[in-house]
């Protein structure tokens, strides 16, 4: 069933509608409409419950034997969830549903999962990158628990 949301999602772009996707569980104290930025092709609400785990971090690893280089650095950055974001319709936006609904359909996979991977992984040797611009929603007014 998960598959079949991103789907319908991706017919609505198509026509040139924006859309905000909440899933049933979500509850709105204001209207999310006037929080929104509008500038990405996806905007999206963080799994993270800290400003470091919503908007990333750079996780330093310190091994003080190794010298001048002894710092090890990796950006982390908790997933975005896949039951409340707001999608425009631009080419990266439909690609990104075409590539998830693909791999749901072939994959026994969590469609959270499968959303992150294919909106975060970069383009590496046999595989290409979405190239689709990203905002994550300010996490005090869109909040998961």
Do not use: C
Request: net charge negative.
């Amino acid at each position: 069933m998960s598959g079949l949301k991103f789907r319908i999602l991706r017919e609505f772009l198509q026509l040139g509608y924006s859309i905000l996707l909440s899933d049933v569980d979500i509850i709105y104290l204001q209207n999310p409409f006037n929080h929104l930025y509008r500038d990405s092709d996806v905007e999206s609400m963080s799994d993270g419950h800290s400003n470091m785990t919503a908007y990333g971090y750079d996780d330093v690893f310190d091994e003080p034997k190794m010298g001048w280089a002894r710092y090890a650095h990796t950006m982390r950055i908790w997933v975005y969830n896949s039951g409340f974001f707001y999608i425009r319709p631009t080419i990266p936006s439909i690609e990104l549903l075409d590539r998830v609904a693909s791999r749901l359909s072939r994959e026994k996979a969590w469609d959270q999962q499968v959303f992150n991977e294919e909106l975060f992984l970069p383009s590496h040797p046999g595989y290409d990158g979405l190239h689709a611009s990203r905002r994550t929603m300010d996490m005090y007014l869109f909040m998961n628990s």
